[in-house]
């Protein structure tokens, strides 16, 4: 992994496989489904009425979606020639017209 070449610390599958005894497919598995509840209850909030300020709920959703974007497959921050560069391009330089 990028991180144990660098000298860095554990990573958060390396932590989550030796506390739970997990294989990493199984960490993976269980991550995935961590996000995918997360996501649930993120959107769950937003529907239901709240005494947060709706600018502020879309803000923290908009930065969901940077995350879940940048690093959904791979590390898209430390690696931002591959993945990202191709997001930003799409969304910037070539949008799609409306």
Same mark, same amino acid.
């Given at each position: ?12 599958? &390396? ?9 990493? &497919?199984?960490?993976?598995? &269980? ?13 769950? &909030? ?53």
């Amino acid at each position: 992994m990028f991180e144990q070449k660098r000298g860095h610390v554990a990573s958060a599958v &390396e932590c989550y496989t030796k506390q739970h005894g997990a294989s990493e &497919e199984e960490t993976h598995v &269980e991550f995935n489904k961590q996000v995918t509840n997360a996501w649930m209850d993120l959107n769950e &909030e937003c529907l239901n009425p709240t005494a947060v300020p709706k600018p502020i709920l879309t803000r923290v959703v908009n930065l969901a979606r940077v995350v879940d974007v940048v690093y959904k497959n791979e590390d898209g921050y430390t690696h931002s020639g591959t993945v990202l560069k191709d997001f930003v391009t799409s969304m910037i330089i070539d949008p799609v017209p409306i």
